[in-house]
C-alpha cells in the first residue's frame, strides 16, 4: 500500500521558515519523481516544487523559487521541503504526491501551514 505522509507544518511569522517531510512508503521510491502542492482556502491545488528521486532534478514555480528548496533523502524514503522568507500568501495545505504538477499518481494527507503578518 502506498502511503505518503506529511508532517511539519504549523504557525509561523512572516519571515520565518518551516521544514516539511513526506515520509513514503509501499513503493519502489527511486522511480518516481516526488512532488509538492498546496491548496489555499478558496483556490485550487497547485503543485509547486518537484524532485526526482533517481537523478536529484528539481524544479520550482515562480512564487517559491529562491525561497523553498525541496530535497530528499533516499536513504530514508524522505522529501523534505524547506521553506523561507515565509509570506502570509504561502498560508495553504501542504500535500506531498507521487508525481509532480499535472501528473499524480498517488496523494498524501495534508499538514497545515500558517504564515501570520
Known amino acids: 500500500e502506498v502511503q505518503l505522509q506529511a508532517s511539519g507544518g504549523g504557525l509561523v511569522q512572516a519571515g520565518g521558515s518551516l521544514r516539511l517531510s513526506c515520509a513514503a512508503s509501499?513503493?519502489?521510491?527511486?522511480?518516481?519523481?516526488i512532488g509538492w502542492f498546496r491548496q489555499a482556502p478558496g483556490k485550487e491545488r497547485e503543485g509547486i516544487s518537484c524532485?526526482?528521486?533517481?537523478?536529484?532534478?528539481?524544479s520550482y514555480v515562480e512564487s517559491v523559487k529562491g525561497r523553498f528548496t525541496i530535497s530528499s533523502d533516499n536513504a530514508k524514503n524522505t522529501v523534505y521541503l524547506q521553506m523561507n522568507s515565509l509570506k502570509p500568501e504561502d498560508t495553504a495545505v501542504y500535500y506531498c504526491?507521487?508525481?509532480?504538477?499535472?501528473?499524480?499518481?498517488?496523494w498524501g494527507q495534508g499538514t497545515q501551514v500558517t504564515v501570520s503578518s
Open positions: 504526491a507521487v508525481g509532480c504538477y499535472f501528473t499524480v499518481a498517488y
Open positions: 509501499g513503493f519502489t521510491f527511486d522511480d518516481y519523481a
Open positions: 524532485i526526482s528521486s533517481s537523478d536529484g532534478r528539481t
